[in-house]
Antibody, heavy 129, light 111 residues
Framework: QLQLQESGPGLVKPSETLSLTCTVS??????????WSWIRQPPGKGLEWIGS???????YYNPSLKSRVTISIDAPNNQFSLRLSSVTAADTAVYYC?????????????????????WGQGTLVTVSS | QSALTQPASVSGSPGQSITISCTRT?????????VSWYQQHPGKAPKVMIY???KRPSGVSNRFSGSKSGDTASLTISGLQAEDEADYYC???????????FGGGTKLTVL
């Protein structure tokens, strides 16, 4: 059973850089079938896709966060990471890592993809001095 | 404002059926053929209930179904149960490679 687990500081000071790591167990991060993603949820609010990375290192970011986000992959350790720079109180949120299918053909030969099937439990990051 | 619009709340009594809509309000949301729905209970991670507009993952109750008409995707829950009370989010491929976008979420109350 695949499992994802977020880790990192729960408190970050304004203007500093938020850094989180997602450790994947029960499966390899090296796969052409998936993108590894970060999603966040401010307290009491909805979900926001932050960005995704392919095992090759190709990345895609939410345009609204692109200037501050870096997602990287550490294949030997089956981990991927998020860095968000110049944080403010608006970046306070529960941060989730998740696995997202790439475009593919399912067992019935139908096109499929672009959904998150495994999620970490989430980690709350508070931005405060 | 999200490119996918959902009602803020819906409610229904046990045994009834409800439908949550998700309307594409921006052309940035690609072909809208890859809509997924997520259920989130308080303090828990989201769980995929529907993907590819209509497909249901193994283990998800057949009381959950998805559909799409034009720019509006819908999640229908039949035979409402107390355990269905949760927040529901739609999500779509947004084009531009692999960008994704979520709807604002709908709170389902089982009366």
């Amino acid at each position: 059973q695949l499992q994802l687990q977020e880790s990192g500081p729960g408190l970050v000071k304004p203007s500093e850089t938020l850094s989180l790591t997602c450790t994947v167990s029960g499966g390899s991060i090296i796969s052409s079938s998936y993108y590894w993603s970060w999603i966040r949820q401010p307290p009491g609010k909805g979900l926001e896709w932050i960005g995704s990375i392919f095992f090759s290192g190709s990345t895609y970011y939410n345009p609204s966060l692109k200037s501050r986000v870096t997602i990287s992959i550490d294949a030997p350790n089956n981990q991927f990471s998020l860095r968000l720079s110049s944080v403010t109180a608006a970046d306070t949120a529960v941060y989730y890592c998740a696995r997202r299918w790439t475009y593919h053909y399912d067992s019935n030969g139908s096109p499929s993809g672009y959904y998150f099937d495994y999620w970490g439990q989430g980690t709350l990051v508070t931005v405060s001095s | 404002q999200s490119a996918l619009t959902q009602p803020a709340s819906v409610s229904g009594s046990p045994g009834q059926s409800i439908t949550i809509s998700c309307t594409r309000t921006s052309s940035d949301v690609g072909g809208y053929n890859y809509v997924s729905w997520y259920q989130q209970h308080p303090g828990k991670a989201p769980k995929v209930m529907i993907y590819d507009v209509t497909k249901r993952p193994s283990g998800v109750s057949n009381r959950f179904s998805g559909s799409k008409s034009g720019d509006t995707a819908s999640l229908t829950i039949s035979g409402l149960q107390a355990e269905d009370e949760a927040d529901y989010y739609c999500c779509s491929y947004a084009g531009g490679g692999t960008s994704m976008v979520f709807g604002g979420g709908t709170k389902l109350t089982v009366l």
